[in-house]
T-cell receptor, first 116, second 111 residues
Framework: GAVVSQHPSRVICKSGTSVKIECRSLDFQATTMFWYRQFPKQSLMLMATSNEGSKATYEQGVEKDKFLINHASLTLSTLTVTSAHPEDSSFYIC????????????FGPGTRLTVT | DAKTTQPTSMDCAEGRAANLPCNHSTISGNEYVYWYRQIHSQGPQYIIHGLKNNETNEMASLIITEDRKSSTLILPHATLRDTAVYYCIVRLLLDTDKLIFGTGTRLQVFP
């Protein structure tokens, strides 16, 4: 199947700093990527839809100025958590649509963010 | 998006078939049923999807009722590695269409 990678897998940052998470589709071009957040023992919550070359579409309640998304190429999308706070500590997961005519989404392995 | 209802948790003995039900009574005619699973601390993994016919692949079988209001994911011979949260999602067949995850079913396979 298609492979989606994320970097870093784990990151610890201090409150008030910013952290960038990368999401790459390794063997296919993804015009659309998605960013999710998952708190412990909860389901995945969609944060935003990222389209290559255009502005991301954010879900209701997600601050676009806090969670900056850039989808500069067909294989790379980045999520930057700005001015991170402890409540932003979570598991961040990206996915990319595989344009095979089936359109199942392939997910990255996730990034564990801890804000101290 | 149509909503789905799944049991919170299920147990299954190793080697036995695991049958995971999903209700999607408000599904529309052009929405597909997708199944994903998430092993602890990993990203979700695509399993299978279908519209109205039963589907089978190397991982599982998907049985959709004739009225399409419910479906069952079948893992024919569950192993310990199948322990995960299984999500049933209905969505349109579009590459730009987002997946909305419900609470899923936590399947525990025991020896």
């Amino acid at each position: 199947g298609a492979v989606v990678s994320q970097h870093p897998s784990r990151v610890i940052c201090k409150s008030g700093t910013s952290v960038k998470i990368e999401c790459r589709s390794l063997d296919f071009q993804a015009t659309t990527m998605f960013w999710y957040r998952q708190f412990p023992k909860q389901s995945l919550m969609l944060m935003a839809t990222s389209n290559e070359g255009s502005k991301a579409t954010y879900e209701q309640g997600v601050e676009k100025d806090k969670f900056l998304i850039n989808h500069a190429s067909l294989t790379l999308s980045t999520l930057t958590v700005t001015s991170a706070h402890p409540e932003d500590s979570s598991f961040y997961i990206c996915s990319a649509s595989f344009p095979s005519g089936v359109y199942e989404q392939y997910f990255g392995p996730g990034t564990r963010l801890t804000v101290t | 998006d149509a909503k789905t209802t799944q049991p919170t948790s299920m147990d299954c003995a190793e080697g036995r078939a695991a049958n995971l039900p999903c209700n999607h009574s408000t599904i529309s005619g052009n929405e597909y049923v997708y199944w994903y699973r998430q092993i602890h601390s990993q990203g979700p993994q695509y399993i299978i999807h279908g519209l109205k016919n039963n589907e089978t692949n190397e991982m599982a079988s998907l049985i959709i009722t004739e009225d399409r209001k419910s479906s069952t994911l079948i893992l024919p011979h569950a192993t310990l590695r199948d322990t995960a949260v299984y999500y049933c999602i209905v969505r349109l067949l579009l590459d730009t269409d987002k997946l909305i995850f419900g609470t899923g079913t936590r399947l525990q396979v025991f020896p």
